[in-house]
Every structure is written in C-alpha cells, then in structure tokens.
C-alpha cells in the first residue's frame, strides 16, 4: 500500500476533508514557492551590494593604511602616535530593523558629527594625516554598514533555508500523502460501490427466483389470480 496519512477512514466525509485538505497544501506551497522567489530576489541584491561595499572599502583601507605610512615617514612614529590619542568620536549609530518579505533584518544608518577643524595642532602635523584621517572616517562609516549587510543576507539565507525546506516536505511528503489517501478512499468507496451492487443484484435474482417457486409451487386456480 502506498504511503498514507495514519488514521484516515475510507468514507465519503473524509474524502470531501482531504480534497479540501489537499486544495489548502497546494495552495500553500503556491505562495511558499513565491516567497521563496522573493527571497532570492532580495538575497542577490544585497550580495551585490555587499560585493560592491566590501570592494570600495578596501579600496578605502589600502588609501587609508597609504596615507598613514606616509604621515609616519613626515612626522615619526612618536609624533603620530601622540597626535592619534587626540582622535575624537564623531559616529553617531541609529540602529533599528525592518521586515523583508517577513525576514527582520538590521537597518543601521551611521551620522557623522561635523568636525570644527581637527583635534590636533597643524603645527609638526602632516597634510597626509588629514587625509588619512578623512578617510578612516569614511571607512568605519562603511564598515558599520557592510556588517549590517552581511548580518541581512546571513538572515536571508536562513529564511531561504527554512522556506526551501517546507516546500520540499509539502512537494515530496505531505501533498503526496494527502494524493495517495484520496486515492485510496476513492478506490475502497469504487470497490464497496461494486460489493453494494452485486449483493443487491443477488438478493433481486434471489428474490426473482423465490417469486418464480412461490408461483410454480401455486394450485392451478390460484395461478389465475395471480
């Protein structure tokens, strides 16, 4: 017997449930597959931003570490050193999410302070630090970022996972289940259709055959009243 669903009863009331049953799961799976579609629409977007940030931030801290090592060989080390403790804090983080095809994900946006002139003295300073320092800054701002991407995508890639996996158990187990039991009420309720009609066919010929004795075994006179 192929597989079944455990418990189900060969009537016509059970048959009526499991069509609707069966109507509901390929219903789901409909709306499932386009979730699923959604999904890997916005997953390849975001690796394609984050393909994309991850080369202009590296592009960024190859400048950034340029710069810095050209300020080191103008200023010296001490110097340099002494000068990056006066670095100030200018990133403001507002950090929240948002829900994508029912997938929360981060949505972080990172604000920079204006900078009233640098924290440090221009006298003993180098221009390269300026601009090292510009860019560091550009820099954390697209770090914070691209983390926020990658966390989205690694969410996303989950959620794909778990979607993937309930169209596959409604594909391959639950619908065929729910169409093998139909079938199988359908056959059991066609065989005790037949078993019905036979045993009403013998009980008319059975009953046919009792007339024909009752008149066979009838007095002549009554036979003309019959």
Same mark, same amino acid.
Do not use: C, H, W
């Given at each position: 017997?192929?597989?079944?669903?455990?418990? /189900?009863?060969?009537?016509?009331?059970? %048959?009526?449930?499991?069509?609707?049953?069966?109507?509901?799961?390929?219903?789901?799976?409909?709306?499932?597959?386009?979730?699923?579609? /959604?999904?890997?629409?916005?997953?390849?977007? =975001?690796?394609?931003?984050?393909?994309?940030?991850?080369?202009?931030? !590296?592009?960024?801290?190859?400048?950034?570490?340029?710069? =810095?090592?050209?300020? !080191?060989?103008?200023?010296?080390?001490?110097?340099?050193?002494?000068?990056?403790?006066?670095?100030?804090?200018? =990133?403001?983080?507002?950090?929240?999410?948002?829900?994508?095809?029912?997938? $929360?994900?981060?949505?972080?946006?990172? !604000?920079?302070?204006? %900078?009233?002139?640098?924290?440090?003295?221009?006298?003993?300073?180098?221009?390269? %630090?300026?601009?090292?320092?510009?860019?560091?800054?550009?820099?954390?701002?697209?770090?914070?970022?691209?983390? /926020? /991407?990658?966390?989205?995508?690694?969410?996303?890639?989950?959620?794909?996972?778990?979607?993937?996996?309930?169209?596959?158990?409604?594909?391959?187990?639950?619908?065929?289940?729910? %169409?093998?039991?139909?079938?199988?009420?359908?056959?059991?309720?066609?065989?005790?259709?037949?078993?019905?009609? =036979?045993?009403?066919?013998?009980?008319?010929?059975?009953?046919?055959?009792?007339?024909?004795?009752?008149?066979?075994?009838?007095? $002549?006179?009554?036979?003309?009243?019959?």
């Amino acid at each position: 017997m192929p597989d079944i669903l455990p418990g /189900a009863r060969p009537t016509r009331m059970e %048959l009526i449930a499991l069509r609707k049953r069966r109507n509901i799961a390929q219903r789901g799976q409909d709306l499932l597959r386009e979730k699923l579609d /959604a999904l890997m629409i916005e997953f390849f977007q =975001f690796a394609r931003e984050i393909t994309a940030l991850r080369a202009k931030t !590296q592009d960024i801290l190859n400048r950034t570490y340029l710069r =810095f090592a050209e300020a !080191q060989m103008l200023m010296g080390s001490t110097r340099l050193e002494e000068t990056s403790l006066t670095a100030q804090d200018r =990133f403001d983080v507002d950090a929240s999410t948002r829900n994508v095809i029912g997938v $929360s994900i981060p949505d972080v946006e990172v !604000q920079l302070r204006p %900078l009233e002139g640098y924290p440090y003295s221009m006298i003993g300073t180098s221009a390269k %630090l300026d601009e090292a320092v510009a860019l560091m800054t550009e820099a954390v701002k697209n770090v914070v970022e691209l983390s /926020a /991407a990658e966390e989205a995508i690694r969410r996303l890639a989950e959620a794909i996972a778990a979607t993937k996996r309930r169209v596959n158990s409604l594909e391959y187990i639950v619908i065929p289940r729910i %169409l093998n039991t139909i079938r199988y009420i359908e056959m059991s309720l066609q065989e005790r259709a037949r078993e019905d009609f =036979f045993r009403l066919k013998r009980i008319k010929t059975r009953l046919e055959e009792e007339k024909e004795e009752e008149l066979i075994a009838m007095p $002549s006179r009554e036979l003309e009243t019959v």
